[in-house]
T-cell receptor
């Protein structure tokens, strides 16, 4: 059973397009996250939701909009994609904030 | 400013060698976690250290948390090719809201057969 799943695994799109990445966790966790990993492998938090409420919103362009329809799902919508958005995006979850996190397999986004 | 500094950034060794990866900060952490990430996968939690001076062992991996809770190390004995991957330390800074995790920049380990 996959604990944290993301779709799609790969996403190749052109500048200016709008795209979404979906995330689901079946661990019963209360908190979910979106991270961006750049080409140097640095992992930086973007957003965090606890019980469907946004609790962490880092300095991220407002072209990025997370949505949590329920505790088990956290989606990421990106408008007007730019070349600099190319990265691997990871979804993660934890039982509560500040403790061990379980990561999804990542979505490699390539903007051309 | 990198709150968690990992060193070395790259490590290439032969099977059977020992190695140590360091994770240092000028800030105090309530706990530190170590993750391993393999190519094309997400990070997987290896261990969490909570108490200053704590030592935890996971087979050939030994993790230590500094007495002042500002640093940690990961020591691998007799490294194997299966240990190859990106090792990340992470921790919630004390006093931060909602326990936001800060990650180190990672150590890429390659173990050659």
């Amino acid at each position: 059973d996959t604990a944290v799943s993301q779709t799609p695994k790969y996403l190749v799109t052109q500048m200016g397009n709008d795209k979404s990445i979906k995330c689901e966790q079946n661990l019963g966790h209360d908190t979910m996250y979106w991270y961006k990993q750049d080409s140097k492998k640095f992992l930086k938090i973007m957003f965090s939701y606890n019980n469907k409420e946004l609790i962490i919103n880092e300095t991220v362009p407002n072209r990025f909009s997370p949505k949590s329809p329920d505790k088990a799902h956290l989606n990421l919508h990106i408008n007007s994609l730019e070349l600099g958005d190319s990265a691997v995006y990871f979804c993660a979850s934890s039982k509560r904030t500040g403790i061990e996190q379980y990561f999804g397999p990542g979505t490699r986004l390539t903007v051309t | 400013t990198q709150l968690l500094e990992q060193s070395p950034q790259f490590l290439s060794i032969q099977e059977g060698e020992n190695l140590t990866v360091y994770c240092n900060s000028s800030s105090v952490f309530s706990s530190l976690q170590w993750y391993r990430q393999e190519p094309g996968e997400g990070p997987v939690l290896l261990v969490t250290v909570v108490t200053g001076g704590e030592v935890k062992k996971l087979k050939r991996l030994t993790f230590q948390f500094g007495d002042a809770r500002k640093d940690s190390s990961l020591h691998i004995t007799a490294a194997q090719p299966g240990d190859t991957g990106l090792y990340l330390c992470a921790g919630p800074l004390t006093g931060t809201s909602y326990g936001k995790l800060t990650f180190g920049q990672g150590t890429i380990l390659t173990v050659h057969p």
